[in-house]
């Protein structure tokens, strides 16, 4: 409640000042409410990325590989993630457990298309960390494969940068692949995980 409560007042004042700022513009005119209202309830539209998204929706098993240095073998594993929307469509949510390192590992994202920036957002959190690690990009000309970029501090100083390709083939087969770098070092693939939905 107090978060609608907060939209709510957010508008209002979004409503009254759009008009000041509008005249301060040279030879622009301020927007009146009606268009100011239909603008938001056009950003707040799901289009077509949230219904690529909607297409993902249901449970998974995925095949995981990781490579811990350049040149050696990944170390492999199995898992399964459960996908749904939210919002009525606005944000696709996904629950995933499997090992990580060798050990069990369970995390949680949420990904999002905003209208009016027109990117992708990834927002992840796992059980091994504390942090809320984000990252930001965009889709190829038919949406199915989108780049994301993203960096994280790490325990020993330093931060790492991340490159995420996500290729979604199809509403039964997806695979996301990660790549990242030490401050200005090579990049080096580092994961890849393929979804296959269950039968």
């Known amino acids: 409640m107090r978060f609608l409560s907060f939209t709510v007042a957010t508008l209002?004042?979004?409503?009254?000042?759009?008009?000041?700022?509008?005249?301060?513009?040279?030879?622009?005119?301020?927007?009146?409410?009606k268009a100011m209202m239909e603008l938001w309830k056009q950003a707040a539209t799901p289009g077509e990325p949230h219904k690529l998204f909607a297409s993902l929706a249901g449970s998974w098993t995925t095949q995981t590989k990781e490579w811990m240095e350049p040149g050696k073998p990944p170390m492999e594993s199995t898992g399964t993630a459960d996908m749904k929307m939210l919002l009525d469509g606005r944000f696709l949510y996904q629950?995933?457990?499997?090992?990580?390192?060798?050990?069990?590992?369970?995390?949680?994202?949420?990904?999002?298309?905003?209208?009016?920036?027109?990117?992708?957002?990834?927002?992840?959190?796992?059980?091994?960390?504390?942090?809320?690690?984000?990252?930001?990009?965009k889709a190829s000309?038919?949406?199915?494969?989108i780049t994301l970029k993203g960096s994280?501090?790490?325990?020993?100083?330093?931060?790492?940068?991340?490159?995420?390709?996500?290729?979604?083939?199809?509403?039964?087969?997806?695979?996301?692949?990660?790549?990242?770098?030490?401050?200005?070092g090579k990049e080096m693939k580092m994961l890849e995980i393929v979804y296959t939905r269950q039968q």
Request: net charge negative.
């Open 12 to 33: 209002c004042v979004t409503l009254m000042v759009s008009p000041v700022l509008a005249k301060e513009k040279k030879h622009e005119k301020p927007m009146d409410e």
């Open 95 to 137: 629950e995933y457990t499997g090992q990580m390192m060798g050990q069990p590992f369970s995390g949680v994202g949420i990904d999002a298309y905003d209208n009016m920036t027109k990117k992708y957002t990834t927002a992840w959190m796992d059980s091994m960390g504390t942090g809320i690690f984000i990252m930001e990009g």
């Open 141 to 145: 000309a038919d949406g199915k494969t």
């Open 152 to 184: 994280h501090p790490e325990p020993g100083g330093g931060r790492m940068s991340h490159r995420a390709v996500w290729s979604i083939r199809d509403a039964d087969n997806q695979t996301f692949e990660m790549y990242g770098s030490h401050g200005h």
